[in-house]
């Protein structure tokens, strides 16, 4: 069974739903079966590489109140502690993350793509690092065990960029809006903030429509 993500490093919602999915695939009596890809989506493709401004000022620029904006990253920062992780919202730095991206998919090609995404949002949410700078994505990707530098060879130049192009074309596709988005086996989507109890549902309605389906 596939499941399809479509998630970004920058969002915290998508760092949630990777821990919520991982913890209903451990509930999941089929998960041996079960093959998950990464999808590449960016929330803000016009994001400068170079930060600007902290995540709390880019929300003030879109006219939310800062007293608010403090009290909702609080509340994301309990539901991410509640998963075992930690998100800090506060001092964020929002950047383009295209080049973070291709890593992804570079690290894919060595079967370390999964371990390379949490890495990436532990480094944004918990860490609170630049990842547009190539230096630190290089960093991270060797601590996953890839070859650093190696990783400084792709980031320079513009390997991979198709095969995000790629997954953001089949975003449109599938009427992907926003992330995470879950896709079982080209069929069932899901969007949002789902619970480990509804994804375990998601699987379990998936897989029981697989069982009905002609040989």
């Known amino acids: 069974m596939l499941v399809e993500v479509w998630s970004d490093i920058l969002c915290p919602w998508c760092y949630l739903g990777k821990r919520r999915l991982e913890t209903a ?3 999941f009596e089929h998960r041996d079966a079960v093959e998950v890809v990464w999808r590449s989506f960016e929330l803000r493709a016009d994001e400068p590489t170079v930060p600007g401004r902290s995540l709390l000022d880019v929300m003030a620029g879109y006219g939310m109140d800062r007293d608010a904006t403090l009290a909702k990253f609080a509340h994301i920062g309990q539901l991410g502690a509640a998963e075992g992780l930690t998100i800090r919202l506060r001092t964020a730095w929002p950047v383009n993350t295209f080049d973070a991206h291709r890593l992804t998919h570079w690290a894919a090609t060595h ?15 918990e860490e609170n690092r630049v990842l547009s700078e190539h230096d630190t994505l290089a960093e991270l990707a060797g601590e996953v065990g890839l070859d650093v530098d190696q990783a400084r060879e792709v980031l320079a130049g513009a390997a991979y ?13 599938v009427g992907v809006s926003a992330v995470p988005t879950f896709l079982v086996d080209g ?13 375990l549902s998601l699987l379990k309605a998936s897989w029981a429509e697989r069982e009905t389906q002609p040989a």
């Open 25 to 27: 695939l451990a509930r």
């Open 111 to 125: 079967g370390l793509r999964s371990e390379l995404k949490e890495r990436l949002f532990r480094a944004y949410h």
């Open 161 to 173: 960029g198709e095969d995000v192009r790629a997954d953001e074309r089949r975003a449109q596709e």
């Open 187 to 199: 069929r069932r989507v899901r969007s949002g903030a789902l619970t480990s109890d509804a994804l």
